[in-house]
C-alpha cells in the first residue's frame, strides 16, 4: 500500500512540472508550424557580401555545455529552462565541426584555433603554424607560418579587433597574430634559452609585431607587458600579478610607439576609464584589465572589470566606424577554464553571459551585411543526467540514489577531473555539501588534477550573408575559409565584382546572374 501511494504521489508531481499550455496537442501543432514556416524562408538565401565578420568562439563549449547553458538562462528569468532559447540557438544555420588536431584525437585550444581562423589544421600546442611544426622546437618554425583571417581581413582595409575573457597572448587570440611553436611562451620569461638564440618572439611581443594595426584588444594578460618584477597597476603587493619580461621592454610603450601620431591610442586597465572613453574619438584601443586571465564572470568585480558584453559593444562602436567594415574576433574563454577545473557553475555562468554578448552584437549590426558565427574550439567530458523531472534546477540533485552506493549523486557530471572524491572508503555524499556554490567541483569518475577535453563534435552556429554554407558535417579548418568567401577576403575574391569587397550590401555577382537566367528562362 505505501508502496502504491509513493507512485501515485510521484506522478502527480510529475504531472504538475507539465505547464498548462504543453498539456494541449496544438501547442505543440502551432509551435512546429510556426517553425515550418520560418524554415521555409530561409529558401531565399542572404548571398551579400558581409562587410562585417564575427566570430564568437566558446572555448570548451560543446554541446552538452550549450544545453545546460540554455537551461540555466531559462531559471534565471525564472521558467523551468528546458524551453528557454540562446541568442545562439536562434540562428538559422547549424553545422557540426571536426576538432581533432593533426597529431591528436582529442585537441587543445592552440591547434584547433589555427584551424578557424587560419584555415589549416595543426599540431596540438603550436599557433599559426602548420603541421611541419614540433610543438617547443623554434627552429621548425621559420616557413611554416600561415595567416589568419584577422590579417586578410586587415590587408582588405577592414578595422581589426580581439575580445577576449582569458589573457590576450592565450591560445584562441594568439593565433591571430601569432606564429608561435609553443602556445605557452607567453612572454620571453616562458621561453627557453636556445628558442630565444634562433630567433623565435614570444606571444605578446608578436602581439604588437606582427600585425601593429589592430584597432582594439581587449582582455587580461598585464603582467607579460611588463619588465621581470614591475608592481601591477592593480595589485601592487602581490608577487604573482608582477611583470614577467626579461628583455626589459614595457609593451604598452611598444604599442604606444607604433601608433601615427595623428591617431588617438587608448590603454586603459579599468572598467571605468573604458566606459569613459569618447570612443567616436578613439582610433586604437588597448585595455588589459587582469594582470592573467580575466575574473570568472560570477566573481568579476563590477567596479574594476568590464563584462564581456560591455567589452563587445565598446569594440564595434570603435570598429563600425571603418566603412569597408570589421572583423572581430570575440573569446568567452573561461567557460573552459571552469570546466577544468570541475566548476560547472562557473562554465555555464561564463557561457550565459557569452549568449549576451552575442544577443548585443546583433542589436548593433544588421543581418544584411554581418556574418556572425558562433562555434567551440572543442568540449570538456561534462555531462547531465539521471533521468530529472522538468524544470530540476541545472545544478541540483538526480530525483534517485544510485542503485549501487545507495547515495545521492548530483545531475551534472564529469567523466574525469578534480570532483573524484572518496569519504571513509566510499563515494562522497553530496547530501552533505553544497553542491550549488559556485566553487563546488562536481563528481568526477576518474581523479585528475583538471579535468580534459572532449573529442566529440561541437556546433557551429551562423547567420548573415553566406551563412548557408555552414552546413552538415565540416573539419574545422573550413570555418575561415567560408567567413573569408561571404567577405571577399583572402584568397577568395575571384567570384567578386570589381569593388565588391567593399560594398556594404549586395549579391554577390555568380549568384545575382544564376537568378537572372533563371528569370528569362522562366518568362521565355
Known amino acids: 500500500m505505501r508502496a502504491l501511494l509513493l507512485i501515485l504521489l510521484a506522478e502527480v508531481c510529475l504531472a504538475s512540472l507539465v505547464p498548462e499550455k504543453e498539456k494541449n496537442p496544438q501547442y505543440w501543432r502551432n509551435q512546429a508550424q510556426q517553425t515550418l514556416k520560418t524554415a521555409l524562408k530561409l529558401q531565399q538565401l542572404n548571398t551579400n557580401v558581409a562587410k562585417n565578420i564575427i566570430l564568437f568562439l566558446g572555448d570548451g563549449m560543446g554541446v552538452s555545455t550549450v544545453t545546460a547553458a540554455r537551461i540555466l538562462k531559462g531559471q534565471l528569468q525564472n521558467m523551468k529552462g528546458e524551453e528557454s532559447l540562446l541568442e545562439m540557438d536562434k540562428f538559422p544555420y547549424v553545422a557540426l565541426s571536426k576538432t581533432y588536431n593533426t597529431n591528436a584525437q582529442v585537441p587543445d585550444s592552440a591547434g584547433t584555433a589555427t584551424a ?45 579587433g580581439i575580445v577576449t575573457t582569458t589573457r590576450v597572448n592565450h591560445a584562441t587570440p594568439s593565433a591571430a597574430y601569432a606564429h608561435s611553436a609553443n602556445r605557452d611562451w607567453y612572454s620571453d620569461n616562458e621561453m627557453p634559452p636556445e628558442a630565444i638564440q634562433q630567433g623565435c618572439k614570444d606571444i605578446a611581443q608578436q602581439l604588437f609585431d606582427n600585425i601593429p594595426d589592430i584597432e582594439v584588444i581587449m582582455g587580461g594578460g598585464r603582467k607579460y607587458m611588463f619588465p621581470k618584477n614591475t608592481s601591477d597597476v592593480e595589485y601592487q603587493n602581490d608577487d604573482k600579478y608582477r611583470g614577467t619580461r626579461l628583455d626589459g621592454k614595457n609593451l604598452i610603450d611598444v604599442w604606444r610607439d607604433k601608433k601615427p601620431k595623428d591617431k588617438n591610442s587608448q590603454y586603459v586597465w579599468n572598467r571605468n576609464d573604458l ?21 570568472y564572470e560570477l566573481d568579476r568585480n563590477v567596479l574594476t572589470d568590464p563584462s564581456l558584453t560591455e567589452m563587445v559593444q565598446v569594440a564595434i562602436k570603435v570598429l563600425q566606424r571603418n566603412p569597408r567594415g570589421f572583423f572581430l574576433l570575440v573569446e568567452g574563454g573561461r567557460i573552459d577554464h571552469g570546466h577544468h577545473e570541475g566548476k560547472a557553475k562557473q562554465a555555464l555562468y561564463e557561457a550565459v553571459e557569452m549568449d549576451r554578448a552575442i544577443g548585443k552584437a546583433g542589436d548593433m549590426t544588421s543581418l544584411e551585411d554581418t556574418l556572425t558565427v558562433v562555434t567551440a574550439d572543442h568540449s570538456h567530458v561534462f555531462t547531465f543526467g539521471g533521468y530529472t523531472p522538468r524544470g530540476n534546477p541545472i545544478f541540483g540533485l538526480a530525483p534517485m540514489h544510485s542503485d549501487v552506493d545507495k547515495m545521492p549523486f548530483t545531475s551534472i557530471l564529469y567523466g574525469n577531473g578534480p570532483g573524484y572524491k572518496i569519504v571513509a572508503g566510499e563515494r562522497e555524499n553530496v547530501s552533505a555539501v553544497d553542491f550549488a556554490h559556485a566553487n563546488y567541483q562536481a563528481q568526477s569518475a576518474v581523479p585528475l588534477r583538471q579535468e580534459t577535453h572532449g573529442g566529440e563534435d561541437v556546433a557551429i552556429f551562423a547567420k548573415g550573408p553566406m551563412a548557408h554554407l555552414l552546413h552538415g558535417v565540416h573539419e574545422q579548418n573550413y570555418i575561415p575559409h ?31 546572374t544564376l537568378t537572372s537566367v533563371l528569370l528569362l528562362k522562366f518568362l521565355f
Open 116 to 160: 578557424y581562423l587560419c584555415g589549416v589544421k595543426a599540431n596540438e600546442g603550436t599557433v599559426g603554424v602548420s603541421a611541419a611544426v614540433t610543438r617547443a622546437q623554434c627552429n621548425t618554425t621559420a616557413g611554416n607560418e600561415v595567416t589568419s583571417i584577422l590579417k586578410w581581413a586587415k590587408e582588405a582595409g577592414k578595422s581589426v
Open 482 to 512: 567560408v567567413m573569408a568567401y561571404a567577405a571577399c577576403i583572402g584568397q577568395n575574391t575571384d567570384h567578386c565584382s570589381s569593388g565588391a569587397q567593399h560594398s556594404a550590401v549586395g549579391p554577390l555577382p555568380f549568384l545575382s
Open 275 to 295: 566606459l569613459s572613453l569618447k570612443l567616436m574619438e578613439v582610433d586604437f584601443l588597448l585595455g588589459l584589465f587582469e594582470p592573467i586571465d580575466m575574473m
